[in-house]
């Protein structure tokens, strides 16, 4: 589905499938992610500020030059079974 430079501002996307989805310079600003299906998504140029919930996979997505919160980086490792800790 082509969505480009769609914009959701504070909405809940819970659950939403965004596979091969074209997010391409989109806004999905201050959305609640929690459990969407992002598979084949393009997120380029896309700002995802102040999103919540956000996981995905960098390797299967399309996300060059998206804006993405720090706090949702461990979202694009999670298949990385890792554990991300804050420095002190």
Do not use: H, R, W
């Not at 914009?7 to 659950?15: D, H, I």
């Not at 896309?46 to 299967?60: H, M, N, Q, R, V």
């Not at 461990?74 to 990385?80: A, P, S």
Request: with cysteine; aromatic share 6%; hydrophobic share 35%.
């Amino acid at each position: 589905m082509k969505l480009k430079q769609i914009s959701f501002l504070n909405c809940e996307l819970v659950e939403v499938d965004f596979s091969e989805a074209d997010l391409s310079n989109g806004k999905l600003v201050g959305c609640d992610l929690t459990n969407s299906k992002f598979d084949y998504t393009n997120l380029e140029g896309a700002d995802l500020s102040k999103s919540y919930g956000l996981i995905l996979d960098p390797e299967t997505n399309k996300i060059s030059k998206a804006k993405i919160p720090q706090s949702q980086l461990g979202g694009l490792l999670l298949k990385y079974n890792i554990k991300i800790i804050q420095d002190q």
